[in-house]
Every structure is written in C-alpha cells, then in structure tokens.
C-alpha cells in the first residue's frame, strides 16, 4: 500500500517463460516497484502498451519471440526505459556486445544472487528518473526560450531571432533590463497610490531610503503627488 503523499511506485515489466523466475522476481521487487509479469514477448508487449516503465527485465532465449526482438521493439515504442536482458554464460559473449553499442541497458547473469539483481535494477531505475528529470528540464528550458523570444517580439517590433549563444546572451541581458525596470515601475506606482501623502511614508512602508525611492521616480519618470 502506498504512504499517502509518497510519489507513485515505478513499473518494472519481467519477460521469462519460465514461472518460477516470475514468482522469484515479483517477490523480490513487489514492495517497492508495480511489478508486470510477462511470459512470452507477445503478451510483454501487449502488457506495456500505453504504459510507463522504468524497466524491462526480459530473459535472453525464450520460445517464439527471443529477449532481444522483445527489447529492440521496446527500444522504439519505450525509448527511456530501461532494457535489462537476464541470460546464461552461454549467451554472455553476445550480451556484452549489446551493451556495448547500446542496445541494451544492462545485464544479469543466470543464475543470480538476489542482491545483485536488486542492484542493477535500482541503478537502472535511477538513470530511467534522472532521465526523466532531465528530459523536463530540457522542456521547461525551451518554453521559457520561446517565451522570452515572443515577449521581445512583442517589446522590440522587428526583434531578430538570435543566432549565436553571444546573441542569446545579450538577448537574455535586455530582456533581464525589460523585466526588471517593469517590475521597479509598479512597485513604485503601487507604494504612491497607497501612500499618496508624501513621499517619506511611503519610503517607510517599503523600508526603503527615501533617497532610493526618488531615483527609481526618476528612472521611471515618475512624478510624486506630495
């Protein structure tokens, strides 16, 4: 059961045909991730349709659909997730080739210790969430690009999109300007509407010197009223 507040558990999907590996791996794993039990790679696929998941788990040989054709076909509908191939020495010559050239994640020998299992799927899980963090990052990044560029379109008629990080740079530093002295100007048009009396009440109310608050009225050209 999950603790109220606590973020959602992360999916891992095992793929073996042999049921007893499937009792093994959810018991191991069934506390701290959603665990998806697959025994075949037609039903694994079929399972992780329309699902995130920060790992698949999948055995090297299986009947009809081996391990690997089950990951390649991830590889494309799950591009952050995970691949993670459980297989035999017999077959570690190959694997360690795949990984190599990224085809796969990572991998677990057969038989494993239940330990080393849990390790290399919790790094797996982690570098699937940094991933992810990343990934949001990158898109924050360029919304509050594209914001900025159309509110100096907006500012600057005939704004020119910058081409170099020079350029963006400077873009970057009048925008900083625009929105800073926009910020100054209302916060003294709101101090004087509600200090209208004079201007060393309102230099109290925003604990500022009042000889501060003359040179933003004149910065801003701003006139007092008293």
Known sequence: MAIPGSPPKESL???????????????????????MLAQSGAD?????????????????RMPQMSGLDVLQRLQVSHPNTSRIVMTAYTDIESVVKLTNIGRISS??????????????????????RKNRQIATLQRRIEREHHTMLDLLEELEPGFEIPQTNDELKEVKER?????????????????????PKNISSAARAA??????????MRRHNINARG
């Open 175 to 195: 925008l900083r300007r625009r929105v800073q002295g926009a910020a100054e100007r209302l916060f003294v048009q709101n101090l004087l509407e509600n200090h």
């Open 13 to 35: 999907l095992f793929v073996d045909d042999d049921i007893d590996t499937m009792d093994v791996c959810s018991r191991l794993f069934r506390d701290r991730y959603h665990v």
């Open 44 to 60: 694994a696929l079929e399972r992780i349709n329309g699902q995130r998941v920060a790992a698949a788990i999948v055995d090297y």
């Open 107 to 128: 991998f677990v020998i057969k038989p494993w210790h239940n330990n080393q299992l849990r390790l290399v799927i919790d790094r797996e899980v982690e570098v699937y």
């Open 207 to 216: 604990n500022i010197n009042r000889t501060f608050l003359y040179r933003l």
